[in-house]
Nanobody
Framework: QVQLVESGGGSVQAGGSLRLSCAAS????????MGWFRHAPGKEREFVAA????????YYADSVKGRFTISRDNAKKMAYLRMNSLKPEDTAVYYC?????????????????WGQGTQVTVSS
């Protein structure tokens, strides 16, 4: 099991940027596949991005491809989500999630461990 704490959320204007961080505690962080999800009011929880154990493979939702970048630093037990060209529709609570081997990287049900979330608000 790994404990996760997100940070870096905030309020920005459309076109702005934010970098979210996810700090992990526990052993063997490099053994966990990491994902970012978001949840906006009135909507289902949505896959944003995922990164493989070594960071060699990354995956993105079509809605964020080309604007967001997921990364990780296994030595620091950190995962990141760089968000550029933010849009009002990106407004949501963003969560990082971890699992040793999710059945499907884009399915939130595949992840056992979750952070508490960080709010991102993008104004037009």
């Amino acid at each position: 099991q790994v404990q996760l704490v997100e940070s870096g959320g905030g309020s920005v204007q459309a076109g702005g940027s934010l970098r979210l961080s996810c700090a992990a505690s526990g052993r063997f962080f490099s053994s966990y596949f990491m994902g970012w999800f978001r949840h906006a009011p009135g909507k289902e929880r949505e896959f944003v991005a995922a990164i493989s154990w070594s960071g060699g493979s990354t995956y993105y939702a079509d809605s964020v491809k080309g604007r967001f970048t997921i990364s990780r630093d296994n030595a620091k037990k950190m995962a990141y989500l760089r968000m550029n060209s933010l849009k009002p529709e990106d407004t949501a609570v963003y969560y990082c999630a971890a699992d040793p081997d999710p059945s499907q990287y884009s399915d939130p049900e595949g992840y056992d461990d979750w952070g508490q979330g960080t709010q991102v608000t993008v104004s037009s």
